[in-house]
Structures are given as C-alpha cells and as structure tokens.
C-alpha cells in the first residue's frame, strides 16, 4: 500500500505562482503514470496532466503553463503552476496508475489552491 500526501496548496493572487508535491509512502519507480488531476467546486475532477514513460501531456487549459516533474529517488511528483488564473481554483489532487502491469492504483487527499486578489 502506498499513500500519496500532497502539499503546497494556498491562496495565490492571479498571476503567482505555486509548486505542489506529492510525496508516496513508497517507491513509485514501478508505477507507470503519474498525474495531477482537479476539481473545481461544483464541477467534477479532471485531469490537469499525466507523465508516463518520460512523455509529459496537459489539459489544453493548463498548457504552457504547468509543468510536471518526477523524482523517482525522492518518490515526488510535483507541479509547478506560473501565471495562475482565478479559474484554476480547485482542490488538486495526486493519482499513481500502475495498470495494467500492477495492481497499483492511488489517489492523495488532495490540496487547495485558491486564486484570488
């Protein structure tokens, strides 16, 4: 079992900046795909962008603007958000995908990145 704790969320004025981790209980080096995913109140969770394989892909909304890193020595992912709009306030959430070479599959509690003046 592997659990996925994000951090760095807060409130952020329009046009900050905020980097978000995600750190796993254990080795993530045998879990395929990382993503950062996203729900908006009132709306439901989409996907902000997924790293598989060294291949990096972002929702159109993000694009140009986040930027997802892995560290499988520190068992981290992060995600670096610049130029943050009062639309991408959310609570952001940390997702490992093994499938379907493993059964691993787990979801963080998520963290709150609010942008507001």
């Known amino acids: 079992q592997v659990q996925l704790v994000e951090s760095g969320g807060g409130l952020v004025q329009p046009g900050g900046s905020l980097r978000l981790s995600c750190v796993a209980s254990?080795?993530?080096?045998?879990?395929?795909?990382m993503g950062w995913y996203r729900q908006a109140p009132g709306h439901r969770v989409l996907v902000a962008g997924i790293t598989s394989g060294g291949i990096t892909t972002y929702a159109d909304s993000v694009k140009g603007r986040f930027t997802i890193s892995r560290d499988n020595a520190k068992n981290t992912v992060y995600l670096q958000m610049n130029s943050l709009k009062p639309e991408d306030t959310a609570v952001y959430y940390c997702?490992?995908?093994?499938?379907?070479?493993?059964?691993?599959?787990?979801w963080g509690q998520g963290t709150q990145v609010t942008v507001s003046s």
């Open positions: 997702n490992a995908d093994g499938r379907p070479l493993t059964a691993l599959y787990y």
């Open positions: 254990g080795s993530i080096s045998s879990i395929a795909v």
